[in-house]
């Protein structure tokens, strides 16, 4: 029986052995909300960095760009940390340069895996399907925020973590802890969420909009998977 293990922060992971494993990253507020939602509207791949000097050379280069720090598009970037900045035609088969505090970082860190795929509740299943096709160990990377473990990560951690737990071994602490967090509030998320420091953090830039929509499970059927320095859609 392959492994599911929950990496509650990127500053945690050098602790678990990424090679020869599946690594689900999530930052539901946004980044990997954003990914999926820009690959349900046809972009063509998303190059994830870790700066925001990064971002700007490649934006410099006539890509498009977006760059969020704490919460907040950085000023001179194309695109901000919201999916509805997504949801255009005119990003259709373009490349995307993306760096974020959190999310970003996570995908960064976890390079040595088999593979990277980009989950979120807004494509959750989609998500669970591959992991249960691909037979492999799977570490899920919390993106936190600033190092430190955030609510609303974890608790998608726990949702897919649930619907895996009949294939998958699911004993280590930090994957029972997620589980049992998703099944005491499964009933409602928003409410639950609506706790988190991170929710409090971001609430004088008005993303209730952004919030409620993340929460969503299963609008889209796109999967981003991390090939070479970059994200491409999965199959």
């Not at 870790?50 to 970037?77: P, T, Y």
């Not at 340069?97 to 996570?106: E, F, K, L, R, Y």
């Not at 953090?201 to 299963?218: E, G, T, V, Y």
């Amino acid at each position: 029986m392959p492994k599911l293990e929950i990496c509650l922060s990127p500053e945690l992971i050098q602790l678990y052995e990424l090679k020869g494993k599946n690594v689900v990253v999530v930052d539901i507020l946004r980044a990997t909300s954003c990914m999926v939602t820009a690959f349900a509207y046809g972009i063509k791949n998303i190059i994830p960095v870790a700066k925001v000097e990064e971002c700007k050379v490649l934006q410099a280069q006539g890509m498009l760009a977006a760059a969020e720090r704490d919460g907040a598009k950085v000023a001179g970037f194309d695109l901000d940390n919201s999916p509805y900045s997504y949801m255009h035609d005119f990003i259709k088969g373009s490349t995307i340069a993306v760096t974020t505090t959190n999310g970003t970082q996570a995908i960064v860190k976890s390079k040595q895996a088999d593979q990277i795929i980009i989950g979120a509740f807004l494509n959750i299943s989609t998500v669970a399907a591959h992991l249960l096709a691909s037979k492999k160990d799977v570490i899920i990377v919390c993106a936190g925020w600033k190092g430190n473990f955030n609510l609303e990560d974890t608790l998608f951690a726990g949702a897919l973590a649930y619907q895996l737990k009949s294939t998958f071994e699911t004993t280590q602490d930090s994957t029972i802890m997620a589980l049992a967090m998703y099944e005491s509030n499964q009933s409602d998320l928003l409410a639950f969420v609506n706790q988190s420091q991170h929710v409090r953090r971001l609430a004088n830039l008005d993303i209730h909009k952004d919030i409620a929509f993340c929460l969503q499970c299963d609008v889209y059927n796109s999967l981003p998977v991390f090939s070479l320095d970059r994200l491409v859609a999965g199959n």
